[in-house]
Every structure is written in structure tokens, then in C-alpha cells.
């Protein structure tokens, strides 16, 4: 497919998702979250859980062993950072897409990948800053309920 035609296409997608309310805009995200996760960022969630023991402290450390993922505990067994380093969206870094919209997706990845790997615990997920807000990395702030 052209890449042009691509980035118009998707231009005028998130001029429609800007029209969306937030929980239907957080609807559709998750499901390109799901999506995107499934090919690969849930295997690391997958292997840091299969490498820790049953703390958080433990998992969040091994799933930030990961090249790709720096992970910081601030409050202990309750809040946790996940940063990016760069972004590793494919619509970014392909196509282009510049729109701070976006992160949503990798918001709704990040819960996607943890309610799969810690399936009894409740959690809320919010982004701090992301690339295509300005910042030099993505981070997205779990807080444990």
C-alpha cells in the first residue's frame, strides 16, 4: 500500500476520532491496542511475568530488563512507571502520525498486556508524557488499587 495514501488515510481517521468521546475513543483504541500487542509487546510482559516471582516489584523489574522498556518503582507495591525510550508506534515511525492521539493506544496496550499477565489485580493506567507531546520519552504511570 502507498505510503501517502496511507498517511492521508489516517489523517482523516483521527480527524474523525478527535470527534469521539472519551470512552468511545478509548473503545476503539483498545481494540488497535490489542491488536498491536498481540504481535509483540505481550510477549515481554509474558516472559517478565514467567521470570518473576508473585511481587510486583519482581515483575515490573524483569519486564524492565527489556531493551525497549524502562520500568521505576514510586511507590512500593502500588505505583510504577513504564517508559519508552523512543516511540516504537508503527503509524509514527512508518507513516508519520504525529498526532499526541495516538499514545491512547499505547495506554490501552499497556492495560491490554497487564490485565493479561495479572489478571486478579486492579489497576489504573495514565500517561504521563509522550514523544509526540514534545517529551524525549513515553511514560505511562500504573497505579495498583
Same mark, same amino acid.
Given at each position: 500500500? #502507498?505510503?501517502?495514501?496511507?498517511?492521508?488515510?489516517?489523517? /482523516?481517521?483521527?480527524? /474523525?476520532? %478527535?470527534?469521539? =468521546?472519551?470512552?468511545?475513543?478509548? %473503545?476503539?483504541?483498545?481494540?488497535?491496542?490489542?491488536?498491536?500487542? #498481540?504481535? @509483540? &509487546?505481550? !510477549?515481554?510482559?509474558?516472559?517478565?511475568?514467567?521470570?518473576?516471582?508473585?511481587?510486583?516489584?519482581?515483575?515490573?523489574?524483569?519486564? /524492565?530488563?527489556?531493551?525497549?522498556?524502562?520500568? =521505576?518503582?514510586?511507590?512500593?507495591?502500588?505505583?510504577? !512507571?513504564?517508559?519508552?525510550?523512543?516511540?516504537?508506534?508503527?503509524?509514527?515511525? =512508518?507513516?508519520?502520525?504525529?498526532?499526541?492521539?495516538?499514545?491512547?493506544?499505547?495506554?490501552?496496550?499497556?492495560?491490554?498486556?497487564?490485565?493479561?499477565?495479572? &489478571? =486478579?489485580?486492579?489497576?489504573?493506567?495514565?500517561?504521563? @508524557?509522550?514523544?509526540?507531546? /514534545?517529551?524525549?520519552?513515553?511514560?505511562?504511570?500504573?497505579?495498583?488499587?
Amino acid at each position: 500500500m #502507498d505510503a501517502d495514501f496511507m498517511k492521508l488515510w489516517l489523517s /482523516g481517521f483521527f480527524e /474523525g476520532y %478527535k470527534q469521539l =468521546d472519551v470512552p468511545s475513543a478509548q %473503545k476503539l483504541m483498545r481494540s488497535c491496542a490489542i491488536h498491536c500487542a #498481540d504481535s @509483540h &509487546p505481550i !510477549h515481554l510482559y509474558r516472559e517478565a511475568k514467567a521470570q518473576s516471582d508473585d511481587s510486583l516489584l519482581s515483575f515490573f523489574r524483569a519486564l /524492565g530488563s527489556c531493551e525497549a522498556i524502562q520500568t =521505576d518503582e514510586l511507590l512500593q507495591d502500588h505505583v510504577y !512507571h513504564i517508559t519508552y525510550p523512543t516511540c516504537y508506534c508503527d503509524l509514527h515511525t =512508518d507513516f508519520f502520525v504525529n498526532d499526541r492521539n495516538l499514545c491512547e493506544c499505547s495506554r490501552q496496550c499497556i492495560i491490554y498486556c497487564l490485565q493479561s499477565v495479572l &489478571p =486478579d489485580t486492579h489497576f489504573s493506567v495514565r500517561t504521563i @508524557h509522550t514523544i509526540l507531546e /514534545g517529551a524525549n520519552s513515553c511514560c505511562f504511570e500504573i497505579t495498583f488499587s
